[in-house]
């Protein structure tokens, strides 16, 4: 089982009309997925457009699901978060902030559009051709993907 730490509106993108709904479905699925893989997930939001101005966290079918404050962006709340949390997460992102925190942090960043096939069933094989080496951090990635 792993820790999974998901930057939410990342993994969402924003060609969305209706963004509640967007999110409410990104939330089921990652609940099907902790029901069918067992991780354990974080995923984080912006909340201080619409929610109660602090920072809230809830719960729904074993995800953690945190709302950033009035003052706080939901990249601050995982920068936070990865900082004070010292656990050996996969975070989920595309934002190259998080992910330059992410791997000062002994973290392994896993880019939300790899992520986002696999929540659609697609599997990622490494196909390495005679010759190439791959980095530490290449590595890393391929073997957190392995695990999601």
């Known amino acids: 089982m792993s820790k999974l730490l998901i930057d ?3 993994l969402i993108g924003i060609l969305h009309r209706d963004l509640k709904k967007a999110r409410q479905q990104l939330i089921q699925t ?3 997925y902790h ?3 067992g991780h354990d997930i974080t995923v984080v939001f912006d909340g201080y457009k619409e929610g109660y101005g602090r920072e809230t966290i809830e719960y729904q079918g074993g995800i953690r699901i945190i709302y950033s404050g009035a003052n706080e962006k939901a990249d ?3 920068k936070r978060l990865l900082k ?3 656990y050996s997460w996969i975070v989920i992102t595309s934002d190259r902030d998080i992910e330059k925190t992410g791997w000062k942090e002994n973290c392994v ?3 939300s559009e790899i992520f986002s096939d696999i929540l659609n069933g697609e599997e990622y094989y490494l196909e390495q051709s005679k010759g190439i080496t791959l ?3 290449q590595k890393a990635i391929l073997r957190a993907i392995s695990k999601l």
């Open 84 to 86: 004070t949390e010292k």
């Open 109 to 111: 960043v896993v880019n």
């Open 8 to 10: 939410g509106y990342n």
């Open 135 to 137: 980095s530490k951090k």
């Open 30 to 32: 990652l609940i099907n």
């Open 35 to 37: 029901n069918k893989k």
């Open 76 to 78: 601050d709340v995982i």
